[in-house]
């Protein structure tokens, strides 16, 4: 393998020249992914960077998962034309602890490094912050686009919000970072990275940032959207979801996913191919061919599953239910998305649409509950 492996589907490898020389050493290096804990799932859009570093890692190199528990704290206004709302700490805590399971399905765990920002940044006290705050100007700070249109636009912009790429350039301070990947999104940030690495009397890293995922709505993929394909979802979730994209995005999807060229020919053979493949990663092939069997039946033939594999769940307590708190919970969906289902008339009941929110315990004791084309529920008594 060589720097073309490496560097496949890179955007950007900067400064030019400089990972060549940093090889050339033949010491293995340390490759950094920084990752936020916005939502439970470690997404098909992570797996891009990540099949980089696990390019690294067969090299020999050592990959550093970062797992930003204490940067969520603020979010990353990349892209952001607001604030992000932050999270609860323990709802924070909950994803953190997932992250590195759902990451090696592509990442190597043996060569993998998994380190908690907040075990450096949570032990800065205001003299060390002030000292951070030094390596880096206002002006620099405001070059950023979202930042510089916002400033421009009369938006509001936080000072916790400008501290953020100081606190993703100190992880690499703290972990020594030879090279940081990231979507093209972070080329500020990692940049950034190199300046506060140098003022810190290290070597700068090399900057390597790749595409950023285009999901099926034609909008990059994100958890804050929902429009992602989570590597730890069930295999039908994951398999439907892929089947969802436009015939247009297949040869993007399939150079960023799986990293090879798309087959010529029918589209839909391709993408069942793409779908097979993306679950096989996460579920092995039984896994594919189970989730292949429940779309061509669910979603083509429009039946609903055998009933041994539909989930029993058992009905909170109370009387009325609340139909979005019992989906949520029951389908691990925000309670947002399920009234949008119940709202387009994607839940039924019974395979009867259903539009309310509370609904008599007695209409739901032994029911099938619908929620979308693939998500099926049979509700039980406790």
Known sequence: MGLAELTLNAVHVQPEGELERKLARGRPLRVKLGIDVTAPDVTLGHAVPLQRMRAFQDEGHTGVLIVGDYTTRIGDPSGRSAERPILEEAEIDRNAQTYFEQATKIIDPDRTEVRFNSEWLGKLDFAKTLALTRTITVARLLERDDFANRYAAGAPISVSELLYPLMQAYDSVAIEADVELGGTDQLYNLLAGRDVMQAYGLEPQVALTTPLLVSWDDARMSSSRGNYIGLAEPAEEQFGKAMRISDALLPNWYRLVLEREPPDGDPMKAK???ARAIVERSHGAEGACRAEDHFTRVVRERQAPPED????????????????????????????????????????????????LDVPRAALEGALLQAGKRRYIRLTAP
């Open 309 to 356: 594999d539909i989930e029993k769940v058992a009905l909170p307590d109370g009387d009325p239910i609340h139909l979005p708190a019992l989906l949520a919970s029951a389908f691990g969906m925000s309670t947002s998305e399920v009234r949008r289902l119940i709202g387009d008339g994607a839940v039924r009941l019974n395979d009867e649409v259903s539009r309310e």
């Open 272 to 274: 069942l191919a793409l």
